[in-house]
T-cell receptor, first 111, second 113 residues
Framework: EDQVTQSPEALRLQEGESSSLNCSYT??????LFWYRQDPGKGPEFLFT???AGEEKEKERLKATLTKKESFLHITAPKPEDSATYLC????????????FGTGTRLLVSP | EPEVTQTPSHQVTQMGQEVILRCVPI?????FYWYRQILGQKVEFLVS????????KSEIFDDQFSVERPDGSNFTLKIRSTKLEDSAMYFC???????????FGQGTRLTVV
């Protein structure tokens, strides 16, 4: 069974204090690993797709990396508006594109 | 920017009643999904739909659930006889041809009382 574990569950940072979120996964053949941002009461907002080990993607203060067992979301010099829950999901090569999500990391950035 | 639209944003229903949740996926997308998120829990896959038929469904998606694309734009999720444990946020998502990232709507909060 495909599984995604995210850590930490919650993270509190001061504005400008860089950190990383972890996503460990087991999947029967990875098609893609996805990062989403979710604000309270809203739907997941797509951030990145990573397809193979060694791949990196960047967007503003966020950088996602991928190994064969885990992915990291690095947040550089975060701002209060980066406060959200960050979700990791995997998609297996078998199956019809369903996403298997982790429970997410709740990030709070204080000014 | 194209987006997935869901209605209503919040629905309250009596246990045992039927509900229909509605979604308008991004217009040129071909793959459609329903996910749900019980408060404080992870987002869970319910069903995927392609070429007017269910392509995959989870164990959650039992005989009480059904999906339909009644016309060229809407995609619906019906729950025939709601239970208390059906209370959750329901998200519709869609994917375009050749892409793997799914775009989600803002969700319908279903409360069963």
């Amino acid at each position: 069974e495909d599984q995604v574990t995210q850590s930490p569950e919650a993270l509190r940072l001061q504005e400008g204090e860089s950190s990383s979120l972890n996503c460990s996964y087991t999947v029967s053949g990875l098609r893609g690993l996805f990062w989403y941002r979710q604000d309270p009461g809203k739907g997941p907002e797509f951030l990145f797709t990573l397809y193979s080990a060694g791949e990196e993607k960047e967007k503003e203060r966020l950088k996602a990396t991928l190994t064969k067992k885990e992915s990291f979301l690095h947040i550089t010099a975060p701002k209060p508006e980066d406060s959200a829950t960050y979700l990791c999901a995997v998609q297996a090569r078998t199956g019809f594109q369903k996403l298997v999500f982790g429970t997410g990391t709740r990030l709070l950035v204080s000014p | 920017e194209p987006e997935v639209t869901q209605t209503p944003s919040h629905q309250v229903t009596q246990m045992g009643q039927e509900v229909i949740l509605r979604c308008v996926p991004i217009s040129n997308h071909l793959y459609f999904y329903w996910y749900r998120q019980i408060l404080g829990q992870k987002v869970e896959f319910l069903v995927s739909f392609y070429n007017n038929e269910i392509s995959e469904k989870s164990e959650i998606f039992d005989d009480q659930f059904s999906v339909e694309r009644p016309d060229g734009s809407n995609f619906t999720l019906k729950i025939r006889s709601t239970k208390l444990e059906d209370s959750a946020m329901y998200f519709c998502a869609s994917t375009g041809q050749g892409y793997t990232e799914a775009f989600f709507g803002q969700g319908t909060r279903l409360t069963v009382v």
